[in-house]
Nanobody
């Protein structure tokens, strides 16, 4: 069974930076998309950033210019570098992967808490 394990969450002050990692238990080179979603208390889960096997990236408008998603297929890992963090970035961040070009995401991590304080 494929597992995605996130790490790197924590508490950071507004304006600070934090990096998340997500390691997969299987080879990711053939997976079409990997990325990050988040869910804040009382809100629906939303897409943060994704990256395809070809390196194309997609970001939520709210994080453009502040967050950077990347993937290293040699390490079966996807990353999310978060800079200039805002209070509204506080959420549980989930790593996800989609094997096919379209359809639902097949694999999800357990989530890691990111809390931005004033």
């Amino acid at each position: 069974q494929v597992q995605l394990v996130e790490s790197g969450g924590g508490l950071v002050q507004a304006g600070g930076s934090l990096g998340l990692s997500c390691a997969a238990s299987a080879r990711t080179s053939s997976w079409y998309a990997m990325g990050w979603f988040r869910q804040a208390p009382g809100k629906q889960r939303e897409l943060v950033a994704t990256i395809t096997s070809g390196g194309h990236t997609n970001y939520a408008d709210s994080v453009k210019g502040r967050f950077t998603v990347s993937r290293d297929n040699a390490k079966n890992t996807v990353y999310l570098q978060m800079n200039t963090l805002k209070l509204e970035d506080t959420a549980v961040y989930y790593c996800a992967a989609r094997v096919a070009y379209s359809g639902p995401y097949n694999y999800w991590g357990q989530g890691t808490q990111v809390t931005v304080s004033s």
